[in-house]
């Protein structure tokens, strides 16, 4: 596990075997590896709570090693006299010593905005808001009114000032639902109110501390005004078309019965008016949802099962073993122009990435049972990936024509790597696992069919999913592509998860930042994806079937139900 010290870095940190080749390339999702500090290095300790140890960087460093040119842009002597401060400590310690070491924005560097960014970004980790605010409110309510006087206690106002107005800025919408957060906002623009006139330096942050209680104050009437705070997000709606297939639709959570079921009938081809949408509870109880009914509640949760049924309450469709309209299928994919379905792809797919907050992943990673709300978009897009797959599988075990298979087989390589092109590698990474799952890969009359060029593309999209080596190919393809692009979300997940498991949050009750500081540095990797470094935008897909194709998926969800289809098109022999 990483050293129980924390570490506030005043320079570039290099991990153990990582190499900077400029200021600007881009982190990658290796998991760093981290030196125990030496034992012998002049370390000062005092009696509140933290150690700090400190020493001159230098290219036999116990953290790092490196040289000359792995930063062409400093001289030796510069590099020489960079400074990393490290530090154990509680969590009010902590901010205590960020507090103490911050610099305003005048003054601030790229290595103190890293710092703050890394506390803020993890500070959940280790306390609750709650926690947060009360040693917010401890520091600029005690320290400034007895402990410190004058320009120091000047300063210390404007530091809590500028680290909540950066917490704000970071965490959005998060914080407008914690009564806690509100209260706090109050006392402290009091606080500096009253003060303003002792320090007329301050009026200036008094200032833009009003501008961020406006426009919180404006986003909450906003809320208000909508009456639900839910009308403005969408949800993956399932419509079950048979026992063991749904439809996947993306609607807005005000969506009534009638609506879905336009979108249904649309799609598989039926008259809605010999249609009826059913919610089927978890005992089994269904009740028929009238054309004005509202699918979700407030609170985004769906009624139960909801199935697409005749008016007798018949399946549209048998269980798809049984199905014998299979045989008749038409396989529209195959009149769909590869890159359009590409680019409709990777418009749906940015549109629930570029909605994700860094926060998502603290959220989703430490604490699942409490994020609910909280990680919307990025469950979102892991469901997405998950879908897709599972649309790719379906629509090729679907397909009972063994030409119009190889046919479908190629469509699919062809836009895994358009998507690759549009450097969307949430998607690609998704049809090329689900052409590479057993109840596909196992139809070897069909690949054998797939002309040799097709085979080989094939085989070096594949080498996106090897996971040698710690899925090294994927991170290199990845490391060369320019923002903005989607990265495959469950791999940084994992990554997070295997610092999160792999490393203690706690050593002897005092934090170990250097894990929140690696935990940091891969969250980051959101903000650099959704930067538009390029200006360059794909063309929006004004085809209605493409839109539809991409939209509205036919996914069969029963395992054993592919692999039926599966042995009915190539029965093993």
């Not at 396989?331 to 990435?353: E, K």
């Not at 998950?386 to 397909?399: A, D, G, H, K, R």
Request: contains cysteine; negative net charge; glycine residues 4%.
């Amino acid at each position: 596990s990483i050293a129980s010290r924390l570490t506030f870095i005043h320079g570039p940190h290099l991990a153990r075997g990582n190499t900077l080749e400029d200021e600007n390339e881009m982190p990658t999702f290796d998991i760093p590896h981290f030196r125990y500090i030496d034992d012998d290095e002049d370390e000062d300790e005092d009696d509140d709570g933290y150690v700090v140890n400190r020493w001159r960087w230098s290219g036999s460093c116990s953290a790092c090693s490196s040289s000359e040119d792995e930063y062409p842009s400093e001289s030796s002597s510069s590099a020489l006299s960079r400074r990393y401060v490290v530090v154990s400590g509680t969590p009010q310690k902590i901010l205590e010593h960020l507090l103490s070491d911050l610099r305003l924005d005048e003054h601030q560097g790229a290595t103190e905005k890293t710092l703050l960014d890394d506390f803020l970004l993890t500070y959940l980790v280790f306390m609750s808001t709650s926690d947060l605010c009360q040693a917010l409110h401890f520091s600029i309510h005690n320290r400034c009114r007895g402990k410190e006087e004058g320009k120091e206690a000047l300063y210390r106002k404007r530091k809590v000032l500028h680290l909540v107005s950066q917490w704000s800025m970071l965490y959005k919408d998060f914080l407008q639902e914690e009564e806690n957060i509100k209260l706090f906002m109050k006392t402290l623009y009091r606080y500096v109110l009253e003060d303003v006139y002792e320090f007329p330096a301050l009026e200036k942050d008094l200032k833009e501390f009003q501008k961020l209680l406006r426009r919180r104050h404006l986003k909450e009437n906003c809320v208000s005004l909508r009456g639900s705070p839910v009308e403005s997000k969408e949800v993956m709606c399932h419509v079950y078309v048979s026992s063991d297939s749904y439809l996947s639709v993306r609607v807005k959570p005000a969506v009534v019965a009638q609506e879905l079921l336009h979108i249904v009938s649309q799609r598989m081809d039926r008259s809605e008016d010999d249609m009826m949408l059913v919610a089927q509870t978890y005992s089994g109880e269904k009740r028929v949802l009238q054309p004005h009914d509202s699918i979700y509640s407030e609170s985004l949760e769906a009624p139960g099962r909801l199935i697409a049924c005749r008016r007798d309450l018949s399946e549209i469709l048998p269980p798809l073993t049984e199905c014998p309209e299979l045989g008749q299928k038409p396989v529209r994919l195959l009149g769909i122009n590869t890159w359009d379905v590409s680019v409709a792809l990777t418009n749906f797919d940015w549109n629930l990435f570029n909605s994700i907050h860094e926060q998502e992943l603290i959220f989703y990673t430490f604490s699942r049972q409490a994020s609910s709300g909280h990680t919307v978009a990025l469950e979102f897009l892991l469901q997405r990936c998950n879908e897709v797959q599972q649309w790719v599988m379906s629509e090729v075990l679907l397909c009972p024509s063994l030409s119009k298979r190889v046919q479908l087989l190629k469509k699919f390589i062809k836009i895994a790597a358009h998507c690759k092109a549009q450097r969307n590698l949430n998607s690609s990474f998704a049809i090329i696992m689900g052409l590479n799952t057993a109840a596909v890969s196992r139809l070897n009359q069909t690949w054998e069919k797939v002309p040799g060029k097709f085979k080989k593309l094939f085989s070096e999209l594949e080498l996106l999913t090897d996971p040698s080596m710690n899925h090294k190919a994927y991170r290199d393809a990845f490391k060369k592509t320019k923002p903005p692009k989607i990265p495959f979300m469950p791999l940084l997940l994992k990554d997070i998860t295997f610092i999160h498991e792999g490393n203690k949050t706690f050593h002897d009750s005092l934090v170990n930042f250097e894990k929140l500081h690696m935990i940091a540095d891969t969250v980051r990797l959101i903000r650099h994806c959704q930067t538009d470094q390029t200006g360059n935008e794909l063309s929006p897909c004004d085809s209605p079937e493409v839109r539809s194709s991409v939209h509205y998926l036919h996914i069969i969800d029963n395992q054993q139900t592919l692999f039926e289809l599966s042995h009915r098109l190539e029965p093993r022999v």
